[in-house]
């Protein structure tokens, strides 16, 4: 008997996959429903590992999809709906080119919306899974919500799109979870931190809105991507109000209601959007005023788990000083600086702001409020200056968000020539790189570099010989046990020689030393740690470990440790040749110094 | 000779075996002759005018006249007038088919009840009216329009409220039970009747990995921020200009194994090499410097001599037996000695096979990670149109101004987006087509021109009506 011979590509590669147009013949839809229910739901093109089989044989690259995504998509129910729609649209259709514009208008007002709710709910099963891809989503809403209504976009969506912004800025500034700023040619970056999550997002920076070259985005496809975002953020933010314990939604102002019927320019709008953000949301009653996280446990293990452990420790204690850096500080902003993002900033990091109340709506104080401590200004001068308040232009802001601390001010004073606005967002592998003290002093407003003070006036060097005979202060407590030791030694000195002083036959002296000797309480001797025992065994912990590290990993290992030795000696030979370099000019300035003394000197003399 | 046909004999025991070998055709050939006339009247009783007509005008000449009458063909028009008299087809089911006469002549015309007002009726009907039912009909009828419009209208507005706990565990609305469904009146068991479950049969595959491992947002290079380092800026620059060499190289690399692989020829070279071409096996004029020079003086030789075929003696190819025998000696012994230093060089030949390996084993590392760092950053090919690469964001350093207010750009962040969704697959790379506008050519219908002459005539014409 022969088996039936079996067809080429009815099962492996070129089973799996299904070209476009085989798709949408299956799910009987138009192109345009087919890429909508595909962004909806999630769907994406594949690339398959073998082409010419995934194509059955057929050249060219076509847009393939799995079988399986096109026979889950089979099962949707958003489906029929979409059918119906499309008899819905022939109607409409129809009734425009019967003329019967009364019927089109009643087909037009009841025309039937999609909810997708629980695609939102099946593409993230999990409030974390939604966080983890709200990247993108926030980015097209806040570019959303600076369009005005375009042709392709249907007109309620950038209305949409700025209310829930808004809302989630507000969850943010009520979660105090901003961790991050950087202001970059393209828009403002920023980065937060939710449920342990770092959401990252662009808001682009206010321009009047420019016209888009037709021919570089499809607007379609993006106004569907922004449809389905819309949605998830306006769960996702319902979610993050419940659980800060706010009301949602927030009554923020008048300007987000469907009342467009009086045109309103778009400064207002921006000016009420700024405002909104200016005001506390409503707390749930019964909730508690701050929620105190727990402090962090540490377990004692070993090597560089405690170093890790110890590390996120001192991280923790920065975020929880940077989320109340601005705690009760006012701040006042010019007009000509952008108040969205300094609004925002401030806010989030517990400040008080407010702007000119003639130009804006929203203001909470007047200017000629005295507890104001600081007003930013982006101008070089100004008529008017209050003596209690800094002035300081608004880099200030986010450059100290970054540093984690108030930076000093002197550096950002009015009119002052900017030091440059770093970006936060560099990697971790750019530690290993030498950074002359000048770039560390940046990086790092702790960081000290060593020939400041020295190089700054004549008295230092003066008396720099004087510094040596300068005992460093020791601990108080080594100091203390010091001293005890020095007692006892005193002590036991005297007691042998009271024992001299008496006579006594040799056997009972014998007798009694023997019993003394087995009563004697031995001075005790402090328990003296190595200093270096703990450092000896934890190396040798460490590099037992490192003999456990599997044969796959082990060639990748030992280069990553050799890379990091050669960029720690490329450093320290660098730094080397930085202080042989400072400390010869500085010698060398000296010996200037001392000769032009000598010349005085000399020349005074004669 | 005819055939005699052999009778069958044929059982007709039964009913059924009678009925089967009776011939009965002639039976029914009468009773159906029988129903038929009933039907259509009986041929004796009907007088021979309606049976036959007489033939008056006879012959084919008269047919042909017939034909060239109805030759004409009726307009669409009138093929539709005459259709107009003609019962629709979808009335001729209700027809009766049968020409059998109703046999009651006279049928009374029944009204169906409820048609006719009656007295009793009249009088209730007059008494609603007066008690306002009527209004208030319309009035109700109005008002559950009202209720319907504004249920449409806040179910579409539903989508923009987010007034549920998607992730919460105890709403009803996020186990998937239908909001119609959603009341306290209803008992749980009709609410979970029809709620699908939790699993579904046809689990989605997971998204390719190009979607799920590329971040959306990318850290921005320092260089980028409005105020940056000295040196960060000029790394962004490198980057730009190192980006650039690879385009301007690539181009030239384009051009030289395109363009450039064509030398350039003068018109009268082209010329020249036509004339030269179009020439070929044609008879030359006789050029006596091209003649070849005679190389000895006249004397005859054969294109090919006679060879002599010499053959070897006995000694020759004795020696030659013996030569043959001595090379394929010392081949032999070199072989054996080969295999003797082989063995002595056995360690060498290890090590130099461990190099071998050692070498590819090296290279076959660099190529995985090389691959590994490659896949990572490739773009997806999803369609015949290619992806946009990620170019270094350009930005001009007179651009920087290193003030807020004065910030400029010229990055147009939704195109990014776009090019980013590309760059990880959620979208494929497309070429968006622009509809062209239809030129519309326009001309003047030839009764609506207007001439010169048209408006000489209309001035002539008014002007002697003044």
Known sequence: MVSKKKKKYSSGEGAQFMTRKAALKKLQLSLKDFRRICILKGIYPREPRNRKRAQKGAGGIKTLYHTKDIKFLLHEPILWKLRELKVYQQKIRKARAMKEYPRMRKYLRDYPSINIDHIVKERYPTFVDALRDLDDCLTLCFLFSTFPSLKRVPRDQSLLCRRLTVEFMHAIIAAKALRKVFISVKGYYYQAELEGQTITWIVPHHFSFQPQSKDEVDFKIMSTFVEFYTMMLGFVNFKLYHSLNLVYPPKLTAAFSDTDKELVDEQAYVAERIAAMNIPVIKLTGANETEELPEMDIFQTEGEDTQKLEEAKQEAEKVKKLKTMFNGLKFYINREVPREPLVFIIRSFGGEVSWDKDLFVGATFDESDESIAYQIVDRPSMDKQYLSRYYVQPQWVFDSVNARTLLPINKYLMGAVLPPHLSPFVDKTRDQVYKPPEERELLDPNFKPLNEEESGSDIEEASDEDKEEDSEPEDPEQALTKQYQQELQEESTSEDEDGEGGDMDPEKKKLKKEKKKAMAVTTGVPHKEHPYQKEIEDKQAFRLREKLVRKKHRNLYKSMKAGQEKRKKEIWLLRKKRRLHDEKAKQEKKAEKRKQKLQAIEAASV | ?466
């Open chain 2, 1 to 466: 000779m005819p055939e005699i046909k052999k009778k069958k004999h044929v059982s007709k025991k039964n009913k059924k075996d009678w009925r089967k070998h009776c011939d009965i055709r002639d039976v029914e050939e009468f009773l159906e002759d029988q129903r038929l006339e009933e039907r259509l009247g009986r041929f004796d009783s009907k007088p021979d005018e309606e049976l036959f007509v007489i033939d008056t005008q006879g012959g084919d000449e008269i047919q042909e006249v017939k034909t060239i009458t109805t030759v004409k063909p009726c307009s669409a028009k009138e093929r539709k007038r005459q259709k107009l008299a003609e019962t629709p087809k979808c009335f001729e089911v209700l027809l009766p088919t049968s020409k059998v006469k109703d046999p009651n002549a006279k049928r009374n015309h029944v009204n169906p009840s409820g048609t006719k007002p009656t007295a009793l009726s009249k009088i209730t009907e007059i008494k609603r009216l007066k008690k306002g039912v009527y209004e208030k009909k319309v009035e109700v009828a109005r008002k559950n329009r009202k209720i319907a419009l504004d249920k449409k209208r806040r179910a579409k507005q539903n989508s923009n409220t987010f007034d549920v706990d998607l992730w919460g565990k105890d709403t009803p609305e996020a186990k998937g039970i239908p909001q119609t469904l959603c009341d306290e009146f209803i008992p749980p068991e009709a609410q979970l009747h029809n709620v699908l479950p939790d699993r579904r049969l046809r689990p989605k595959p997971a998204p390719p990995k190009t979607v799920v491992s590329r971040a959306a947002v990318e850290a921005p290079h320092p260089g980028i921020s409005y105020n940056p380092s000295f040196k960060e800026h000029q790394e962004l620059l490198q980057d730009v200009v190192q980006h650039e060499q690879k385009l301007m190289k690539r181009e030239a690399h384009l051009h030289r194994v395109t363009t450039g692989m064509f030398s350039k020829v003068t018109q009268q070279e082209r010329e020249n090499q036509w004339r030269e071409e179009m020439s070929t096996g044609l008879p030359q004029p006789h050029n006596p410097a091209n003649d070849p020079e005679p190389e000895s003086d006249g004397e005859y030789k054969a294109i090919n001599p006679p060879v002599q075929n010499k053959k070897k003696d006995h000694k020759a190819r004795r020696k030659q037996k013996e030569r043959l025998a001595e090379k394929e000696r010392l081949k032999r012994l070199k072989v054996e000695k080969k295999k003797i230093t082989d063995l002595y060089k056995l360690r060498q030949l290890q090590s130099s096979i461990y190099n071998v390996h050692k070498r590819q084993a090296e290279e076959r590392e660099k190529r995985a990670a090389k691959r590994a760092v490659e896949e990572t950053t490739a773009l997806p090919a999803l369609n015949a149109h290619k992806t946009p690469k990620k170019e270094p964001e350009f930005v001009d350093p007179q651009q920087l101004t290193g003030d807020l207010r004065q910030i400029n750009t010229k990055v147009n962040l939704l195109r990014d987006r776009y090019e980013s969704l590309q760059r990880r697959g959620a979208l494929a790379a497309a070429k968006l087509m622009m509809k062209k506008k239809k030129r519309v050519k326009s001309y003047f219908k030839s009764g609506h021109k207007v001439t010169d002459q048209d408006v000489d005539r209309f001035l002539k014409r008014s002007a002697g009506k003044k």
